[in-house]
């Protein structure tokens, strides 16, 4: 896989499946602070590996099987702590049943940006700040909008309740189009 064309579509197909992988190896690791790390080995072995990658075969399976042996070997690297929480067997039911699973957290998160995209420029950026993890708080919010705080708080469940709406009701159009 050493010409550019390959390259390119090998590094589409890494890009288009960075959430899911994440999530993936985050369920394999609940609670486990390591789990970025890891994922940023699975990262790097997948890009090592490259060349083993057939074109035309399921891509994100494979990518799931390098990723779930980087946490095996994180696992077996960290055996020595008396703090791990699943068995190999376990863990390879839980790997199995998340890699079958069919997963919607891309059109989720598709469906989440265009309903953003749909809301009032100030509705958009209460949210953002609200939801940032390096924005203020929202008594800051608050102050710097003119608003009282009780007044947002009102507005951000009122947004919630909306993007949910709207989520469900793209992730039902987009059911009903496939």
């Known amino acids: 896989m050493n010409d550019g064309p390959q390259i390119t579509e090998f590094v589409t197909q890494l890009t288009e499946i960075q959430l899911s992988l994440r999530l993936y190896v985050q369920a394999l690791m609940p609670g486990d602070a390591a789990a970025h790390d890891v994922m940023q080995q699975a990262n790097a072995t997948l890009w090592r590996k490259r060349d083993e990658f057939a074109p035309g075969t399921h891509f994100k399976a494979w990518a799931f099987s390098v990723a779930r042996y980087e946490v095996l070997n994180h696992r077996k ?29 891309e059109r989720r998160h598709e469906a989440l940006r265009g309903c953003l995209e749909k809301l009032r420029p100030q509705d958009r950026e209460l949210l953002l700040h609200r939801y940032t993890a390096t924005a203020g708080t929202l008594d800051d919010f608050a102050q710097r909008m003119g608003r ?20 469900e009701k793209q992730l039902a159009i987009t059911e009903a189009e496939s």
């Open 77 to 105: 690297q960290q055996a020595r702590d008396s703090r791990l929480v699943f068995g190999e067997e376990l863990e390879k039911v839980l790997a199995d049943d998340l890699l079958e699973r069919r997963d919607d957290t």
């Open 148 to 167: 009282s705080v009780g007044g947002l708080k009102v507005t951000l469940h009122r947004l919630r309740n909306a993007l949910l709406g709207c989520i």
